[in-house]
């Protein structure tokens, strides 16, 4: 009762039900398709990738929001803080995906000790979803972390992200190169916003960060995959 109390006083209660109520309308959703075990790993592993986010924005004083979770969509933690400089933005794009697969692989580890597969599933799928937000295009972390290198990026993304819709379409891939497009377009006009000058050794660090965790996932992923029962 003090807690909630206190919550209630300081204005956090209604983050923490939004996200509460968010996270487990995600596991009923995803429980009544695969099974609420798998439900409640899946729902994890992406709130310690979005709180992965939620730590580094805050680290950076940054004012940011509470996860929010939609089914079959993922969740997302919104930045009130709208214009960031490239290194800050890749650093809060690269935190996400670094706390996701740090988890993923804590339950492919169980998995590899434990022999249940059960876990080596969710790890796929923290590995595969992690993996997938690396594509290098806005608003995926990916097209955050390749900004500080350099905005033009973003096109290695577009067949990327047409290769996937090709292997499985989905509408919400279409949702996302809709949001893509005008960032794309302005790239190719050459009309995209000056941004601050990057020192050479962010960009060099961010790059290499970036290649070690999509090619680990990358490795990972399939291993995971090929462990799996048939």
Known sequence: MKILLML?????????????GTMLLSVL????????????????LIFVHEMGHFIAARKCGLQVGAPVFIPFVGAWVSLKDAHMSPETEAYVGLAGPMLGSLAAF???????ESG??????IAYAGFFLNLFNLIPLSPFDGGRIVNVISP????????VLLG???WRPSPMLLVVALLAAPQVW????????????????????????YIALA?????????????LPR
């Open 106 to 112: 804590m339950c492919y580890l169980y998995a590899r």
């Open 164 to 166: 996937m819709f090709l």
């Open 116 to 121: 249940e597969p059960l876990w080596m599933a």
């Open 29 to 44: 959703v995803y429980g009544m398709t695969f099974g609420w075990r798998y439900a409640v790993g899946l729902v994890a």
């Open 186 to 209: 302005s790239v190719i006009r050459g009309t995209a916003p000056t941004r601050e000058t990057v020192p050479f050794r962010a960009k060099l660090t961010y790059g290499f960060q």
């Open 215 to 227: 090619a680990s996932l990358a490795m990972l992923a399939f291993d995971a995959h090929e462990r």
């Open 152 to 159: 033009k990026l973003w096109l290695v993304g577009v067949p």
């Open 8 to 20: 209630l006083l300081t204005g956090k209660l209604g983050k923490v039900l939004l996200t509460g």
